[in-house]
């Protein structure tokens, strides 16, 4: 294949600079200077001044912005970028890299997923859909981002709130261990979700929100999900035991747990979640703000190389 030379900004995930993920920056940078792309490498020692040195180098419109990193790196990427013509690509190196699995980019294998990104770079862009969220935070600010893999805001969000706070591990079992840990806690909450204009009051123990098939390392919440429907598919799960969420749990990683009637699957354009308690929201494994939340998707507002 003939490589054209492209403008290329590598954004490296600041909490990379250590562990086993600590050489993926570099070499995505030297690798694509190899092929001859001229790069420009961000390195920051926090996600705030990443995205304010991002924002400053997308100002000359580069071919791409490549991030490095997991979901967390995707969203920051998604914020950037959704709703201009300049791509996203992705080079999978966090604890779930559950874009990367949606998308096809090889999320256990840095090298195989760095020559997918030399290919892809010179090849038209994949166009798929981004999620706009908004919300009030508890000072009356509103708050608006955008996400593209999936969202949570039940037991899932609490979940993933305790992983946040652990060190160890660093991989998807960091998850499982948090749901392990937050089980004593199990219980449903009252919730209002309005789904177009169709709404639905029950009680729930999870509510996701999937642009996505995955979250939490491949947990196959919404496993109809298509990234570029226009639509989002929403996963909610009613009142169980602890020893009948553990029985269905397994089941998720395969995504079949769809056909448990205590599992209620629906899609809709736009969404409103409403609960009876207070609840922090996440996206893309990041911490959005307080429920209520409203979410409407974008049709084809982020351009991505995969």
């Not at 570099?26 to 390195?43: D, F, I, K, N």
């Not at 770079?121 to 981002?145: F, K, N, S, Y």
């Not at 996400?147 to 969000?157: E, I, M, P, V």
Request: charged share 25%; hydrophobic share 45%.
């Amino acid at each position: 294949m003939t490589t054209k030379p492209k403008r290329v900004v590598v954004a490296i995930n600041p909490t990379a600079s250590f562990g086993a993920s600590r050489d993926v920056g570099p070499a995505v940078v030297q690798t694509l200077r190899a092929m001859g792309h001229e790069v420009t490498s961000l390195t920051e020692p926090d996600f705030e001044s990443l995205l304010e040195v991002a924002h400053t180098a997308l100002r000359s419109r580069p071919d791409a912005l490549v991030v490095v990193g997991g979901d967390g790196m995707v969203n920051l990427g998604v914020n950037l970028l959704a709703g201009t013509r300049v791509p996203l690509g992705i080079v999978p190196s966090g604890t779930g890299n559950d874009m990367a699995r949606g998308l096809g980019i090889p999320h256990d294998d840095t090298e195989a997923a760095i020559r997918m990104l030399g290919e892809r770079l010179q090849a038209p862009p994949r166009v798929i859909d981004a999620v706009r969220i908004r919300w009030t935070d508890d000072d009356g600010t509103p708050g608006e981002r955008r996400f593209a893999c999936a969202l949570s805001a039940g037991f899932d969000a609490i979940v993933n709130e305790r992983a946040n706070l652990m060190r160890r591990p660093k991989g998807p079992s960091r998850y499982i261990l948090a749901l392990l840990a937050e089980l004593a806690g199990l219980r449903p909450l009252r919730y209002r979700v309005t789904l177009d204009d169709d709404q639905l009051e029950l009680d729930a123990l999870l509510v996701s929100v999937g642009n996505n098939v995955s979250l939490g390392g491949g947990m196959k919440i919404t496993p109809e999900a298509l990234l570029d429907d226009g639509l989002l598919d929403v996963m909610l799960v009613k009142p169980l035991s602890r020893i009948a969420f553990l029985r269905i749990f397994p089941r998720v990683f395969r995504g079949e747990h769809t056909s448990d009637p205590r599992v209620v699957m629906r899609r809709a354009k736009r969404i409103r979640i409403e609960v009876d308690a207070p609840l922090v929201a996440y996206a893309d494994g990041e911490r959005i703000g307080p429920l209520p939340v409203e979410l409407e998707v974008e049709p084809g507002a982020l351009r991505v190389l995969a």
